[in-house]
């Protein structure tokens, strides 16, 4: 069935950088928008950034802005997040889910099971 | 900026109804997600656009949307329906995603 699977995440020092990963299969990749969205340890659902199918429109959340950049490869199916000057903060499992209903109803219909990133010294 | 309110939990007994709120300025005039999360586990979309429901969710598990507050609506509650549950609308002024605080249903 339609499957997504983050990689890339892991123990990094603050200041660092860490690139994430998410492929996606069994569904037609470059028709659909698509989002990272974390989850810090105990707390809610936060969205991170959003890409369009075609790569050219990407929006961040405040926090991430200017630190984050939203990329994806339609040739390979892949999309990823370059996460750079990580903070504590930024400690949390990171989803990426994939994008339906467009325009203003935009929602989240298949989610990966997620990558778990650590930032401690 | 938009804010969407949640109660922290909710708690109700097995065969019962639960009603999780979402609250947020004329919310009704946007389209209201719903996501299931079970512990440990990845969210699970369970109603969009207000009141649909993706294949595969039981029909116990409903929307509605207007005024002020969203509701998603939980009948028949079972014991498997524990879990925190979110709310989501998009900002169009923004671009942004909004999710909801959480709500932790508790089945006693």
């Known amino acids: 069935q339609v499957q997504l699977v983050e990689s890339g995440g892991g123990v990094v020092h603050p200041g660092r950088s860490l690139r994430l990963s998410c492929a996606a299969s069994r569904f037609a990749f470059k028709s659909f928008d698509m989002d990272w969205v974390r989850q810090a340890p105990g707390k809610g659902l936060e969205w991170v950034s959003f890409i369009s199918y075609d790569g050219t429109n990407k929006y961040y959340a405040d926090s991430v802005k200017g630190r984050f950049t939203i990329s994806r490869d339609n040739s390979k199916n892949t999309l990823s997040l370059q996460m750079d000057s990580l903070g504590p903060e930024d400690t949390a499992v990171y989803y990426c889910?994939?994008?339906?209903?467009?325009?203003?109803?935009?929602?989240?219909?298949?989610w990966g099971k997620g990558t778990t990133v650590t930032v401690s010294s | 900026s938009y804010v969407l309110t949640q109660p922290p939990s909710v708690s109700v007994a097995p065969g019962q109804t639960a009603r999780v709120t979402c609250g947020g300025n004329n919310i009704g005039s946007k389209s209201v997600h719903w996501y299931q999360q079970r512990p440990g586990q990845a969210p699970v979309l369970v109603v969009y656009?207000?009141?649909g429901r993706p294949s595969g969710i039981p029909e116990r598990f409903s929307g509605s949307n207007s005024g002020n507050t969203a509701t998603l609506t939980i009948s028949r509650v079972e014991a498997g329906d524990e879990a925190d549950y979110y709310c989501?609308?998009?900002?169009?002024?923004?671009?942004?995603?909004?999710f909801g605080g959480g709500t932790k249903l508790t089945v006693l």
């Open positions: 889910a994939r994008m339906s209903g467009g325009a203003i109803h935009f929602y989240m219909d298949v």
């Open positions: 989501q609308v998009w900002d169009s002024s923004t671009e942004h995603v909004l």
């Open positions: 656009d207000d009141s």
